[in-house]
């Protein structure tokens, strides 16, 4: 991810949580580089800060709600820690709660009441360095160091990591991967199917894992342990009459649908099928050609259509992003939708049928052939190809020049 992105994420995250927040808005910094707070300033308020890169070494006498791509916390937070970004590393103070989101997190400082973390890390598997310019780079996944104090509890979700330190509270641990060696004065909650324990680990209190299998448990720690394996149901398989019901219905109700849009096409917009179905009629070679060029074409439209949405949503912001994702799956849709009205109407026509009986009829045969198990797909597949290959030589063809256009009837000149 681009620091110009992780910056967009971090205001995005800043807002929300000042939101969600209770404390008085004392003021907000919004940074292009980096924000720093030296050593020996002291903040006497709220503090809501953005950036490229934010390092608290000072002091903050009330909440911290900073995002940015890297943020490091040195000093003293007398309030409450709200941090999110690429990377959060903290070595220094908080005094009351710390919650934390980011794709790296490395905390080995202090916090007076509870610690919540969320991060990424890939279970069982490599997970690569995030670059966040000027140097910085993170690690991805949730490390909690051996010199961290927790005086509440501890709250740890995310992909892979290791949780040691000293915790006054109770522990919940929900990781794909997890190395556990903390000294918890309370209860202990593990969910992962990979735990392994060091020889620092410590429970006062009860220790719980549930996982699909159990792990290796040293025998210091079995005295108040408990296994609940993660049991899958076993499903069976619907009935025969079951699943031929099922098929029936779901025909059924595309049947009706289709015959209920081949009506208000006929009757609102009757050239948008009679045109290229005209097309089909007299070029069915060119508009099959026509359709298998498109199709290649299209193969990398989803490629550049996520290209492009990003480019989007990064510079033109998250609302226009999402417009223009909607936009595309949109036309997309509507096209593959589209399409059995153009192929019915003209197998409709083919038999000789008027308008509108001839697309039902031409669009119900497709609809279940559409449906059958294994060809299905390539019928669907099929009569996309003709009707956006029809639409195409329309397009083409009143654009190319002669060459292109479809033939045209000359008057005989009166003798």
């Known amino acids: 991810m681009k620091k110009r992105s992780l910056m967009i994420v971090g205001l995005i995250a800043v807002f929300l949580m000042a939101i969600a927040g209770t404390a008085s808005a004392a003021e907000f910094i919004g940074e292009e580089g980096v924000y720093r707070l030296e050593a020996g300033e002291v903040f006497e308020d709220d503090l809501y800060v953005a950036g490229e890169e934010v390092i608290i070494d000072g002091t903050v006498k009330g909440d911290l709600f900073v995002g940015a791509a890297y943020v490091e916390i040195n000093g003293t937070v007398e309030g409450d820690l709200f941090a999110a970004g690429g ?110 324990f060091t020889d620092d680990a410590l429970i006062d209190g009860r220790l719980r894992i549930t996982a699909d299998a159990e792990p290796a448990v040293p025998n210091r720690l079995s005295e108040r342990y408990e296994f609940n394996e993660i049991v899958v149901p076993e499903v069976e398989p619907p009935s025969t009459a079951w699943q031929i019901g099922t098929w029936v219905w779901r025909t059924a109700l595309a049947l009706v649908g289709f015959a209920v849009l081949s009506w208000l096409v006929l009757r609102f917009a009757p050239q948008s099928v009679e045109k290229p179905a005209s097309v089909l009629a007299e070029q069915p070679g060119r508009s099959v050609l026509f359709g298998l060029l498109a199709a290649l074409l299209l193969m990398f439209v989803p490629l550049a259509s996520i290209l492009l949405v990003a480019l989007v949503w990064t510079f033109f912001g998250t609302g226009t992003g999402l417009v223009l994702l909607i936009a595309l799956f949109g036309v997309l849709a509507l096209m593959w939708l589209f399409s059995p009205l153009v192929t019915g109407y003209w197998m409709g026509k083919l038999f000789g049928m008027q308008s509108l009986t001839g697309m039902l009829v031409g669009v119900a045969a497709l609809v279940i052939l559409m449906r059958l198990p294994f060809v299905g797909w390539l019928v669907a597949l099929a009569s996309f190809l003709f009707a956006f290959g029809a639409l195409m030589v329309i397009i083409f063809g009143e654009r190319g020049g002669p060459e292109m256009a479809m033939p045209v009837e000359k008057a005989v000149p009166a003798t």
Do not use: H, W
């Not at 908080?94 to 490395?106: K, N, S, Y």
């Open 87 to 196: 990377g959060v590393k903290v070595t220094g103070n908080v005094m009351d709660d710390a919650r934390i989101a980011a794709a790296g997190v490395d905390f080995s400082g202090t916090v007076g009441d509870d610690l919540f973390m969320a991060g990424g890390g890939q279970p069982g598997g490599f997970a690569f360095p995030m670059d966040l310019g000027n140097g910085r780079t993170v690690n991805q996944g949730l490390f909690v160091g051996s010199t961290t104090e927790v005086g509440g509890d501890l709250l740890v979700g995310g992909g892979a990591g290791q949780v040691a330190g000293n915790v006054v509270g109770d522990t919940y641990i929900g990781m794909g991967q997890v190395t556990f060696g903390a000294q918890v004065g309370g209860d202990v909650e593990i969910g992962s199917d990979m735990v392994t």
